[in-house]
């Protein structure tokens, strides 16, 4: 009776245990994988995050995902807690180029694998998905210089300081620059990736320069929308070029509409999956043809963006 009974408790704690590793990988030894994503405000990476889920759920995934609300401070919060769940794996959408850093080093530190997607730390993940953020400044100011002839006026509205998307661009856009002095930058400012910051921003410098400006340049659709939308109510959209970054569907319309000028197109639906499909592999241990996938930018203007549209 004693055996026995020694027996089944020794049976009873196996079967907790069992039943304890099971609840952390999900149902049936599911993997999980965390996520915590710069912004749900911003529409690009909702879009992305929407992509990261549906595949998820197509390869039967738990994903657990976080909103960091542009904190980088709440960032890595958000990675300490999925650390302590002890996730498969972890993937990152960074706030900051540094504040985000000791997100990374934190996940590498427990060995959990960590996989960046869309911007970039200055802590080198196990994994990057995204694009070359200088080529698509590149790609936006040349279409603004040859919308202009080479000369004109131009504003440019900034993403959130520090983040990897706004200094990459900023030097994209910059590069081209240097190849046509007869443009001038009359005003540089952030607006901080978000549409009423930016319309407040552009009738700040429509009250500045009004007749003088030729362009704009927004480091993503979302400025960019609220720019066209200042320079709209003022009058002046005939004779402004905005020029924008992401894609998105309400850039996309305008375009399609002739109200803005052009955007550059980001796959987020690439993003998002690529993203998804590394931390998988990473989590099984299977190998990995590359650790670093950039994804092409894409000019998009009225005579292509049909191609776009969904």
């Known amino acids: 009776m004693k055996v026995n009974t020694v027996y089944l408790l020794l049976f009873a704690g196996l079967l907790f245990f069992s039943c304890n ?3 952390k990988k999900g149902e049936d030894g599911q993997i999980v994988i965390g996520a915590s994503m710069l912004s749900l405000q911003s529409e690009f990476v909702v879009n992305v995050k929407d992509a990261m889920e549906a595949y998820a759920r197509e390869k039967g995934i738990r994903l657990i995902v976080s909103d960091a609300q542009r904190t980088a401070d709440k960032q890595v919060q958000q990675i300490e807690a999925l650390i302590s769940q002890k996730v498969d794996a972890i993937i990152l959408n960074p706030c900051e180029v540094e504040a985000s850093s000791p997100a990374v080093e934190k996940a590498k530190a427990a060995g959990i694998p960590l996989i960046n997607v869309n911007s970039e ?25 040859r919308r202009l ?6 504003v440019i509205m900034d993403g959130y300081m520090g983040q990897a998307a706004q200094i990459k661009r900023a030097i994209g856009a910059k590069k081209i620059l240097e190849k046509y002095p007869g443009i001038k930058v009359l005003a540089e400012q952030t607006a901080e990736w978000d549409r009423a910051k930016a319309m407040s ?8 320069y009004g007749n003088q400006l030729n362009a ?13 939308q200042a320079l709209e109510q003022a009058g002046l959209k005939d004779k402004v070029v905005v020029v ?7 850039a996309l319309q305008a375009v399609k509409a002739g109200r803005l000028d052009a955007t550059v197109y980001q796959d987020a639906k690439g993003e998002g999956e690529g993203a998804v499909e590394m931390a998988i592999k990473m989590a099984k241990h299977e190998p990995i043809e590359k650790t670093s996938v950039f994804i092409p930018f894409q000019l998009v203007t009225r005579d292509n963006v049909d191609a776009f549209l969904k």
């Open 201 to 208: 921003l552009m009738e700040n410098w429509i009250q500045s």
């Open 149 to 154: 002839g080479g000369k004109g006026n131009i």
């Open 216 to 228: 704009v340049f927004a480091h993503n659709d979302e400025m960019g929308m609220g720019a066209l």
């Open 121 to 145: 730390t200055t802590a080198v993940p196990d994994g990057f998905v995204g694009s070359h953020d200088e080529e698509s400044g590149e790609i936006a100011m040349e279409e603004i210089a």
């Open 244 to 250: 924008s970054i992401d894609a998105i569907a309400d």
């Open 21 to 23: 590793q099971g609840a």
